[in-house]
T-cell receptor, first 114, second 113 residues
Framework: GENVEQHPSTLSVQEGDSAVIKCTYS??????FPWYKQELGKGPQLIID?????GEKKDQRIAVTLNKTAKHFSLHITETQPEDSAVYFC?????????????FGTGTRLLVSP | DAGVTQSPTHLIKTRGQQVTLRCSPI?????VSWYQQVLGQGPQFIFQ???????GRGNFPDRFSARQFPNYSSELNVNALLLGDSALYLC????????????FGPGTRLTVL
């Protein structure tokens, strides 16, 4: 089936702390895993993505890890800042479809307090 | 460079009416995908178009249709609107159909009364 589970649904941290969001996917043929940040009233903004031939990818304070065996991938944000507050969505690209269909998790509301 | 643009920003319709939403992809991108995002949930895939042809369709009724024009812009049409169609409709563009990063527009907020 096509399913992406995302946890936690809400996450509150103090400025400077780290935040971790975890996702699990069901389609073993999935090979592309983007993360999007969505602020109120805006469309999702890509913040980082990873492909199945890579185990980890970093971009400044953001990193994503992928465990294909366990079908898990995670977003790590270090040194959080108040402007990181938003809803974060993980997604997985369904495989073997002949087109690119992203299946999204249910989202994590991150609140970074000063 | 301009990102993905969508129009209108907001739209209010009544049940049974029809609506057309518009999307212009990033310059150079030939694929457009449409997603529906109900409040509090993640986006759900509706269609993907590439080179003016439908490449994939999600689990949505036939009331939903779309097309892509020679300039790669796209329209999403929804007929016989239901209250449950109220959502944020998102357009995403990518260079190709099977792979490539999808960049989202700001969305069109549709309210059905």
């Amino acid at each position: 089936g096509e399913n992406v589970e995302q946890h936690p649904s809400t996450l509150s941290v103090q400025e400077g702390d780290s935040a971790v969001i975890k996702c699990t996917y069901s389609d073993s043929a999935s090979n592309y895993f983007p993360w999007y940040k969505q602020e109120l009233g805006k469309g999702p903004q890509l913040i980082i993505d990873i492909r199945s031939n890579v185990g980890e990818k970093k971009d400044q304070r953001i990193a994503v890890t992928l465990n294909k065996t366990a079908k898990h991938f995670s977003l790590h944000i270090t040194e959080t800042q108040p402007e990181d507050s938003a809803v974060y969505f993980c997604a997985a690209s369904m495989g073997n479809t002949g087109f690119q269909k992203l299946v999204f998790g249910t989202g994590t509301r991150l609140l970074v307090s000063p | 460079d301009a990102g993905v643009t969508q129009s209108p920003t907001h739209l209010i319709k009544t049940r049974g009416q029809q609506v057309t939403l518009r999307c212009s992809p990033i310059s150079g991108h030939k694929s457009v995908s449409w997603y529906q995002q109900v409040l509090g949930q993640g986006p759900q895939f509706i269609f993907q178009y590439y080179e003016k042809e439908e490449r994939g369709r999600g689990n949505f009724p036939d009331r939903f249709s779309a097309r892509q024009f020679p300039n790669y812009s796209s329209e999403l049409n929804v007929n016989a609107l239901l209250l449950g169609d109220s959502a944020l409709y998102l357009c995403a563009s990518s260079i190709r159909d099977r792979e490539g990063t999808q960049y989202f527009g700001p969305g069109t907020r549709l309210t059905v009364l």
